[in-house]
């Protein structure tokens, strides 16, 4: 089991860069795949982007790439998601979470709040 805790959620105005983290606490955090998600308002939860145990695989929604980057910093146990350009339908609350071997997100933190203000 892997326990997530994220930070860096606030308000900006659109255009605005913030950086989320997600600290992990878990002697597997480093090996697994590591997904960052979001929920609106009244909307389902989806898939923003994750990077790969290795740090050598990204993956991200369409609407956010060339604006959003996901690292991590093994040595700290730390997966980040740097946002630039934000948007206002970028507001949402933002989940990380790790994944087991088989590719199912099992852990997840608290969320932090995203509002980006037109």
């Known amino acids: 089991q892997v326990q997530l805790v994220e930070s860096g959620g606030g308000l900006v105005q659109a255009g605005g860069s913030l950086r989320l983290s997600c600290a992990a606490a878990?002697?597997?955090?480093?090996?697994?795949?590591v997904g960052w998600f979001r929920q609106a308002p009244g909307k389902e939860r989806e898939f923003v982007a994750s990077?790969?145990?290795?740090?050598?695989?990204?993956s991200y929604r369409d609407s956010v790439k060339g604006r959003f980057t996901i690292s991590r910093d093994g040595a700290k146990n730390t997966v980040y998601l740097l946002m630039n350009r934000l948007k206002p339908e970028d507001t949402a609350v933002y989940y990380c979470?790790?994944?087991?071997?088989?590719?199912?997100?099992?852990?997840w933190g608290q969320g932090t709040q995203v509002t980006v203000s037109s």
């Open positions: 878990g002697r597997t955090f480093s090996i697994v795949t």
């Open positions: 979470a790790a994944a087991s071997p088989g590719g199912i997100y099992l852990d």
């Open positions: 990077i790969t145990g290795s740090g050598d695989s990204t």
